[in-house]
């Protein structure tokens, strides 16, 4: 089983709509997780990082459950702008640092 | 003036060559590491750097090997390419305070 995992996609759908990916970890001694950002051809990009809380960042809302190993992004009023892939990252402060997963393509369409 | 830069930006070589790309930031960070990306993967960890003194490997470092000639530098060595190395290379720095990690702008690596 991969140490990072998320749907793969691709998401498309209409301007406008709102949109929910899903990650799930499997270290329990994750300490740290983020939300990046990838546009084709390009480099990843901190979009947000994610608390236990939850945070909410625009049209952007990440939620933790570290019970689950769990975590979500959701996305309001998709812009064709928001069209990426966003990739789920966890960090466990320790050796080998961010784990990345393998990133869920989102295409969002006029 | 980007951050973190990459060099070269693509490279067509063919197996059996020796390549190095270089990865240089200003950004004043100690942690900078080397990632390789692939198609439906996620990023991989070759090499990662604490410090110029500090090196260590990844989860792929076999085939690879690294240097880290100065805070601002760390430079990556396929010694023999070979075809599977095909991929796209991203360097990044670590901001230690905020654990956030900001990339290179990427090396397309082709091996014939």
């Known amino acids: 089983r991969k140490e990072v995992e998320q749907d793969p996609g691709p998401f498309n759908v209409p301007e406008g709509a709102t949109v929910a990916f899903n990650c799930t970890y499997s270290n329990s001694a994750s300490q740290s997780f983020f939300w990046y950002r990838q546009d084709c051809r390009k480099e990843p990009k901190l979009l947000m990082s994610v608390y236990s809380s939850g945070n909410e960042d625009g049209r952007f809302t990440a939620q933790l459950n570290r019970a689950s190993q769990y975590i979500s992004l959701l996305i309001r009023d998709s812009k064709l702008s928001d069209s990426a892939t966003y990739l789920c990252?966890?960090?466990?402060?320790?050796?080998?640092?961010?784990?990345f997963g393998p990133g869920t393509r989102l295409s969002v369409l006029p | 003036d980007a951050d973190v830069t990459q060099t070269p930006r693509n490279r067509i070589t063919k197996t059996g060559k020796r390549i190095m790309l270089e990865c240089s930031q200003t950004k004043g960070h100690d942690r900078m590491y080397w990632y390789r990306q692939d198609p439906g993967l996620g990023l991989q960890l070759i090499y990662y750097?604490?410090?110029?003194?500090?090196?260590n490997k990844g989860e792929i470092s076999d085939g690879y090997s690294v240097s880290r000639q100065a805070q601002a530098k760390f430079s990556l060595s396929l010694e023999s390419a070979i075809p599977n190395q095909t991929a796209l290379y991203f360097c990044?720095?670590?901001?230690?305070?905020?654990?956030?990690?900001?990339f290179g702008p990427g090396t397309r690596l082709t091996v014939l």
């Open positions: 750097s604490f410090d110029v003194k500090d090196i």
């Open positions: 990044a720095t670590e901001s230690e305070n905020y654990n956030e990690q900001f």
């Open positions: 990252v966890v960090n466990h402060n320790y050796g080998q640092n961010f784990v």
